[in-house]
């Protein structure tokens, strides 16, 4: 029997718990390969004000590959990315990148904390894109 989208009751995964799974090979190459697009499209939007950034906040990290090209770029000199879930987001140093888990709602951070502070690709993934944005803002 085919459900009635319009009366089916939808429910929402926990975000920690799904954002726990660990990423395979391919995903974390994947993850690679695109961040090297966008952190170019990071630089380009800075136009030439990199040099007034050193702290920079990747929100919604994922594998930090962006935070690493953004590393490379030499855009900042102390980075810090956050993500949620409990897996993936373990603390840890790597590479000069600063990695830290969250709750997906609110930054750990005060408000003027960092230079830079941007989300790739993160909106598509939240519950509640307005307090998302509000709280990135």
Request: proline letters at 2%.
């Amino acid at each position: 029997m085919a459900t009635n989208p319009a009366t089916a009751y939808y429910h929402c995964p926990d975000l920690r718990e799904l954002y726990s799974q660990k990423y395979d090979d391919r995903m974390i190459r994947w993850r690679a390969i695109c961040a090297v697009e966008k952190a170019h499209n990071i630089e380009r939007a800075l136009a030439g004000r990199e040099s007034s950034i050193e702290t920079v906040l990747d929100v919604g990290c994922g594998t930090g590959a962006v935070l690493e090209q953004i590393a490379a770029k030499r855009i900042g000199r102390v980075y810090t990315g956050i993500e949620i879930g409990t897996e993936r987001s373990q603390d840890q140093l790597r590479n000069n990148l600063h990695i830290h888990g969250y709750d997906g709602q609110t930054i750990p951070y005060g408000d003027n904390s960092f230079d830079l502070v941007y989300a790739t690709h993160v909106l598509e993934h939240v519950t509640d894109e307005r307090g998302f944005l509000a709280e990135l803002r």
